[in-house]
């Protein structure tokens, strides 16, 4: 895990689970875990700089997201939230962006 500096903003719990993560980001949200393919737990970031999410495979679960810089994924990008709000490039093969609110 590289964890350095971008925003990812939830109200109430934000989970990030993937096989590689390179993760820049402030984290502002009540608990947060990153799970590793090696049971690695980071709990809570603050002043970090600059965006980039890099995974295989990214699932990210929230009640509300708030994602500022680039989301590059190898394979499958799976966000479930209420609300999501994405600034910064988004550069895909292949996208569905369902909004079921």
Do not use: Q
């Amino acid at each position: 895990i590289l964890i350095e500096g971008a925003r990812l903003k939830a109200l109430d719990n934000l989970n990030i689970k993937s096989d590689n993560i390179t993760l820049k980001s402030i984290v502002e949200d009540k608990e947060t875990y990153l799970v590793t393919d090696e049971n690695v737990f980071v709990r809570r970031y603050e002043e970090l700089k600059k965006s980039t999410i890099e995974a295989n495979n990214l699932n990210i679960l929230s009640k509300n997201t708030l994602i500022l810089g680039d989301i590059k994924v190898n394979e499958d990008i799976n966000i479930s939230t209420k609300n999501l709000e994405i600034s910064g490039d988004k550069i895909t093969n292949k996208s569905h962006l369902i909004n079921n609110y």
